[in-house]
C-alpha cells in the first residue's frame, strides 16, 4: 500500500460518472445505485487506508505529491495536473468520501422510484470527483477546475426535478451568483500569476512573502478577489442570497452539496492559501468580519423561517460565518476542525430533515407538524442529537470546535468578533430548538382538525402531491440503507470532536498572547448563552406559543419580523439593482444592434448565392455564350 | 522563292476571324443541334484557316501540320458528335438542345 493509488481516490467516482451518464435509461435502480454507491464507497475505503498510511508512515516533509502529467506548457507555464496529499487535503478527503459515501447511501434510499435515479447519481459521483480535485489538486488552476466542476454539479443537482421551472430557476440563480464569486476568484488568480510567474500553491506561497512586504496593495487585492470566490461558494455575505434557494434541490443533495462539502470549499480556499492573507491583516480582517455579519444574520433570518429545509440553509450560513470568523482571527485549525464537525452534524439533519419530509409526504412546513417524535422515534432522535451539535452543547462534536472558535477569538484580541460569535450562539440555540419544538412537540397540526372539509383537503392534497392524508399518521423507513448513514453520522455527531486532525504541519496556530486571558467565565459563556437560548426558545414555541403570534401580528414586530424573513431584503435589493436594469437593458437592445449588422453578412452572401444559381439554368447556348463574352474579355485584358 | 501575289496576312485573317464569329453566332442562336454541330465545325475550320495563314507568313510548315491535326480533331468530333445527337433524338424525340437543358441549377 502506497500513496501512488491516490489518483485511485478521485478515478472512481469519475468512472462512476462516466458509466452511468452513458447508460442512462438502460440499467435497473438497483445496478444504478450499486454503481454510484460504490464508487464513492471504493473511495472512501481507499481515503481510509491512504489516511492509515499517512498516519502512521508520514511521507517526507509531511506531504505527498503525486504528478500525473504536465497540462499544458505555454510560454514558461506549465501548470502540473498533480494531487497533494497533506494533513489539510486529507482532512478534506475523508470528510468529502466519508460523509459523502452516507449520503450517497440514504439516497439511494430517498431517491427510490424517481424516474432519474441513474441520472441523480451520475450528477452526484461527478460532484464528488470534482471535489476531490478542488482539494487535492497542487496548483491553483487545479483547484480551480474542481471549484467550477462542483459548480456545475451543484447546478445540476439543484435543477435536478427540471420540470417545475421554479427548480430550474433556483439553479441558475446558484450558479450565475456563484459565478460572480467566482470571475472575482479568476481574477485574483491572473494577478498572483503575472506577479509570482507560478500557480502552483507551495510556489505561490513561498514566493509571496518574499516578493511582497507586509501588507502590500497588490496583495491586499489579491487576497481581496480570493475572498469574493469564498464568498461567493460559501455563500457568505454579500453573495449569499443563492443557498436558501439551492434547497429546491433533493434533500440528500442538500446535506452532501449546500451543507457538508462545496460550501465549505471557501473555507477551504482561504485555509488553503493563509499565507497570503497573512501578509494582508486587512483581507484577514475582511475575512473575519464577513463571516461574523453573515453568521448572526443568517441566524435573525432562520428565525423566521417555517421551510425546514431553508431553517437548515441558513443555519449552514450562519455555521460557514463562524468558521470564516475563525479564519479570520488566525484560527486555522478551529475553522477546519469545525468544517469538519460541522460536515457530521449538518449532513445528519439534513438527512434527518429529508426522512422527515418523506415521512410527512413531501411537506416541509414545519407548522404542519408536530409532535412528530411519537411516530418517527429514530429521526427525532437523530435531529435531536444533530442539533444538540449544532448548538455546542457540551460533549457533542460541535462543542469542541465552536468552543475553540469562540475561545481563540478571544484570547487573539478580537473582542467584537468574539461577541458577535457569542450572540451567534444563542440565536442558534433559539432557531434550533425552534425547529425541534414545533416538528417533534406540541400539537399535531397535521392532522385535520374539520370534517367537513377532509374532502377539499383530500382533493388538494393528492393534486400537490404532498401532506399526509386525511387520517393517516406519519411512518419512518424501515430498511437499513436509511437506518446505516443516520445512525453512523449520529455517532460522528457525537464522538467527532476527539478526532484529532493532522494539520499540524499545514497550518499554524493563532497567535495567543496570554493562554490564562479571561478565566473560567470567559470559557463558560457560550454555554452559558447557548441554555439561555434554549430556554427562550422552550418558553416561545413550547410552553407560551401564543407570544410568539402576537409579536407576529405586533404593529413594529411584525415589519422586523417580516424583514428578517426575507433575510434583511438582500433578494429584493439585488433585484432593484442588479437584475432589473439588466432587464431593462436587454428590453432596450430586444433587436440587438451587434446583430443586425453580422446578419447582413450572411444577407449579402445569401443574395450572391441567388444570382449565381440563375446563371445555372441548363442550357447550353447560354453557357457557350459566357464561356465566348469570358474569352473575349480576357484577350481584352491580355491585349490592353 | 517564287514571288506570288501574295494575300496579305490580315485579309486571311479577318476572314479566319469572321468566319470563327459567323461559326460561333450559330452555336449561339441555333437550337437545332445538326446545325450547332455544323457551327462548330466552321469555327474549328476557321481556327484551321487562321494556323494556315500564320504558316504561310512565316514561311515554316508548321501551320499546316496544325491543320491537318485540326482536320483529324474535326473528324473525331463529328463522329461523336453524331453519336450524341441520335441518342439525345432517341431519348427527347427532338433535336432542339434546350428540351435536353435538365441540370437547371
Partial sequence: MSFNLLFLVFLFPLLGFLTLAFSRGRISENAAAVIGVGSVGLSASLTALLGFQFLTHPPEGGAYTQLLWTWMNVGGFAPQFALRLDGLSLVMMSVITGVGFFIHLFASWYMRGDEGFARFFSYMNLFIASMLFLVLGDNLLFLYFGWEGVGVASYLLIGFWYKDPANGLAARKAFVVTRVGDTFMAIGLFILFHELGTLNIQDVMARAAVVWPQGSTILTIAALLLLGGAVGKSAQLPLQTWLPDAMAGPTPVSALIHAATMVTAGVYLIARTHVLFELSPFALQCVGVVGAITLVMAGFTALMQTDIKKILAYSTMSQIGYMFLALGVGAYQPAIFHLMTHAFFKALLFLSSGSVILAMHHEQDIFKMGNLRKHIPLVFWCMLIGTMALTALPFTSGFFSKDEILHEAYLTGHTDLWLAGLFGAFLTAVYSFRLIFITFFGPERWRKESHAHDDAHDAHADEAHHGLAANENPHGAKTLDHHIPLLVLLALAIFGGFIHLPLDGVLPHAVIADHHKGGAFIEYLPLIVTLLGIALSWYLFLKNPALPERLKNGAVTKYIGKFWQSAFGFDWLYDKLFVRPFLWLVHINRNDIVDVVITKIPNAFHSAHGFFAATQNGRMRNYAFAMGVGACLVIVVVLL | ?105
Avoid at chain 2, 479566319?16 to 457551327?39: T, Y
Avoid at chain 2, 484551321?48 to 474535326?74: E, K
Fill in chain 2, 1 to 105: 522563292m517564287t514571288e506570288v501575289t501574295a494575300i496579305p496576312m490580315e485579309h486571311g485573317l479577318i476572314l479566319a476571324s469572321v468566319l470563327f464569329a459567323l461559326g460561333f453566332a450559330g452555336v449561339l442562336v441555333r437550337r437545332n443541334i445538326i446545325f450547332m454541330l455544323m457551327s462548330i465545325e466552321v469555327m474549328m475550320n476557321s481556327a484551321a484557316l487562321a494556323f494556315v495563314v500564320a504558316g504561310s507568313r512565316w514561311q515554316q510548315a508548321d501551320g499546316q501540320i496544325m491543320f491537318i491535326l485540326i482536320l483529324t480533331l474535326a473528324a473525331a468530333e463529328a463522329s461523336v458528335g453524331l453519336a450524341l445527337v441520335l441518342q439525345l433524338y432517341r431519348r427527347f424525340q427532338t433535336l432542339d438542345v434546350d428540351a435536353a437543358g435538365e441540370m437547371k441549377g
